[in-house]
C-alpha cells in the first residue's frame, strides 16, 4: 500500500493558473519535504517541515507556498505557474531529520 | 562548493562488471548519509543507508570516509536491471537540518 500519496499524478495548467498539489502520508512521519526536479536534474528542495515548524529555501520563488494544516496532509501551492515551472515534484516524509526518505510518486506538472 | 557532488556519469558498463560511485559531502557534521535509486520518470527509493562502519547488502557495498567526507557505493556482478540513477543524499546537522541531493550519477548497463 503507497504510504506517500501525492495528487494529481499528471497536471497541465495554464501559464499564471494558481495550481495546488497535495501530499498525503500514512506513516505518521513529523519532517515533510517538497522536492521540485526538472529533467536531468537532481531534486531541488523548496520548502520542509518538522512537525508545524516551516523552513523555507533561499532560493525558493515567492511564488511558490506551502501549507501542512495537520502531520498528514501538505501542500503545494503555485499561485502564477511560469513555464520555468514545468518539472516533477517530489513529496517526501521522515522520521526525524535522520531518518530516510520516503517518497511519493510525484505530481509531474506541465506549464503551457 | 556544492553542498553534495557527485560525477555525474554516464557509466555505461557491461554486464557482470563492478561499478563503483563516489559522491563528497561539505558538511562535516552531517550525521545521515543514503543511497538512493531513481528510473526514468519515477520517484526516487532507498537503495540503502550507509553507516560508519560500512555496510553491505547482497551486491551492494556501501561505505562512509568521515576524514574524507565522502561516501562510495560498489555494485558487483552488475546486471542489466541495475541501469538507473543512483542518487546521493546527505543530512545537514542541528540547526541546518535537511536531505541534500547529489547531482546524480547516470549508471548504464550494456548487455
Known amino acids: 500500500d503507497a504510504m506517500v500519496i501525492q495528487n494529481p499524478r499528471y497536471q497541465v495548467t495554464q501559464f499564471g493558473k494558481p495550481v495546488t498539489l497535495s501530499c498525503s502520508q500514512t506513516?505518521?512521519?513529523?519532517?515533510m519535504y517538497w522536492y521540485q526536479q526538472k529533467s536531468s536534474q537532481a531534486p531541488k528542495l523548496l520548502f520542509h517541515?518538522?512537525?508545524?515548524?516551516?523552513?523555507n529555501e533561499a532560493d525558493t520563488p515567492d511564488n511558490f507556498q506551502s501549507r501542512r494544516p495537520n502531520t498528514s496532509f501538505c501542500f503545494l501551492d503555485i499561485r502564477s505557474p511560469g513555464l520555468g515551472d514545468t518539472a516533477m515534484y517530489l513529496c517526501?516524509?521522515?522520521?526525524?531529520?535522520?531518518?530516510?526518505?520516503?517518497f511519493g510518486q510525484g505530481t509531474r506538472l506541465t506549464v503551457v | 562548493r556544492k553542498e553534495v557532488e557527485q560525477d555525474p556519469g554516464p557509466f555505461n558498463v557491461p554486464e557482470g562488471a563492478t561499478v563503483a560511485f563516489n559522491c563528497t559531502y561539505s558538511?562535516?557534521?552531517?550525521?545521515?548519509f543514503f543511497w538512493y535509486r531513481q528510473d526514468c520518470r519515477k520517484e526516487p527509493k532507498l537503495l540503502m543507508s550507509?553507516?560508519?562502519s560500512g555496510n553491505e547488502d547482497g551486491r551492494f557495498t556501501a561505505q562512509l570516509n568521515r576524514a574524507s567526507q565522502y561516501i562510495s557505493l560498489l555494485i558487483r556482478d552488475s546486471k542489466l536491471s541495475d541501469s538507473a540513477t543512483y542518487l546521493c543524499?546527505?543530512?545537514?546537522?542541528?540547526?541546518?537540518?535537511?536531505?541534500?541531493f547529489g547531482t546524480g550519477t547516470r549508471l548504464t548497463i550494456i548487455p
Open positions: 517526501a516524509t521522515s522520521r526525524g531529520w535522520a531518518g530516510e526518505a520516503f
Open positions: 506513516l505518521n512521519h513529523n519532517v
Open positions: 517541515y518538522y512537525d508545524k515548524d516551516f523552513n
Open positions: 558538511n562535516s557534521a552531517s550525521q545521515s
Open positions: 550507509v553507516y560508519s
Open positions: 543524499v546527505v543530512n545537514g546537522d542541528f540547526g541546518n537540518e535537511k536531505l541534500t
